[in-house]
């Protein structure tokens, strides 16, 4: 009986961690667009198409949604250790969360702050 209980806890929390990452991924560029896509394809009469790429946006937007959250740590460090002047820290926080979240930073706004972290430790130097 308690195997069953904890099994289906285990799917209830299982369940809302992946309805929260691809909640969360769908703010996102990419996987948005893609559901954009599935909706157009679905109003063409191309049912299948459309189902192909919703399942492709669902795929892209739990990815998006677990990098985003965890990028978000080190984003905050980033921007953290930038106003205590602690450059060469925030350099190595911000390169952490630009890999973490690879194709998924929107419009490059992540990199853009590492450019902007670089320049500043240029012009110290």
Request: aromatic share 12%.
């Amino acid at each position: 009986m308690r195997t069953a209980s904890a099994a289906a806890t285990l799917a209830i929390v299982s369940a809302a961690l992946c309805s929260y990452f691809v909640q969360k991924g769908f703010v996102h560029v990419l996987p948005a667009s893609m559901l954009r896509w599935s909706q157009q394809k679905w109003s063409q009469g191309l049912y299948s198409e459309s189902v192909r790429w919703f399942v492709l946006a669902g795929e892209g937007a739990f990815d998006a949604g677990v990098r985003w959250s965890i990028a978000e740590l080190y984003v905050g460090r980033t921007r953290r250790f930038f106003d205590e002047g602690q450059l060469g820290e925030a350099r190595e926080n911000c390169a952490q969360a630009v890999r973490i979240l690879g194709d998924n930073d929107d419009e490059g706004a992540v990199s853009y702050l590492c450019t902007a972290i670089e320049e500043r430790i240029r012009a110290q130097e």
